[in-house]
């Protein structure tokens, strides 16, 4: 079956611009979540998407901001892109949320802030 | 918080020589533990879980045991191969205010086989 798609896979932006990433989960998977990786930081949560609904959200500031579509489709939005933005942004599913389940992870969007 | 922590890399290593990636972590509960990697330009992909005390989690030769007593998930494998070559990362995933499967991770740990 297909795995996690994520598009686009490479963007660059200016800074003070907004962005916006796409996640296509696994066919049935309902639990969405997004991850940054730098390498200064490694992998931070996001925010975590379930039917709809954010679930849980990290310590991320107010301009970023996700949602989640009623075919599992999730999107995250950057507004007024900084350059410390610049990273990749990495989108996993799970179904059902359970704690053991693991994630199956996306490829990545790579975002360059400029 | 609950946290990750593992051993820093990079780990160099001979073709066929065996492996140990040291992982322990801090958490409140019960977390599941995993072990993921990351080849260069790719996402992660699960390698192992374990969801509770004394599992094991094997995975392509690779093998991690839960233990709770040392709170600890190190990564094994008998004889690594140059494709092993990648980034690892242990994490934990917990309930974390009723909501679950957010993952933890470590700061992950390069690994390079030589032929």
């Known amino acids: 079956k297909a795995g996690v798609t994520q598009t686009p896979r490479y963007l660059i932006k200016t800074r003070g611009q907004q962005v916006t990433l796409s996640c296509s989960p696994i066919?049935?998977?309902?639990?969405v979540s997004w991850y940054q990786q730098t390498p200064g930081q490694g992998l931070q949560f996001l925010f975590e998407y379930f039917s709809e609904t954010q679930r849980n959200k990290g310590n991320f500031p107010g301009r970023f901001s996700g949602r989640q579509f009623s075919n599992s489709r999730s999107e995250m939005n950057v507004s007024t892109l900084e350059l410390g933005d610049s990273a990749l942004y990495l989108c996993?599913?799970?179904?059902?949320?359970?704690?053991?389940?693991?994630?199956?992870f996306g490829s990545g969007t790579r975002l360059t802030v400029v | 918080g609950d946290s990750v922590t593992q051993m820093e890399g990079p780990v160099t290593l001979s073709e066929e020589a065996f492996l140990t990636i040291n992982c322990t972590y801090t958490a409140t509960g019960y977390p599941s533990l995993f072990w993921y990697v990351q080849y260069p330009g790719e996402g992660l992909q699960l390698l192992l879980k374990a969801t509770k005390a004394d599992d094991k989690g094997s995975n392509k030769g690779f093998e991690a045991t839960y233990r709770k007593e040392t709170t600890s998930f190190h990564l094994e494998k008998g004889s690594v191969q140059v494709s092993d070559s990648a980034v690892y990362f242990c994490a934990l995933s917990g309930v974390v205010s009723g909501a679950t499967n957010k993952l933890i991770f470590g700061t992950g740990t390069l690994l390079a086989v030589q032929p």
């Open positions: 066919s049935g998977h309902r639990s």
């Open positions: 996993a599913s799970s179904s059902p949320p359970r704690q053991g389940d693991g994630y199956t």
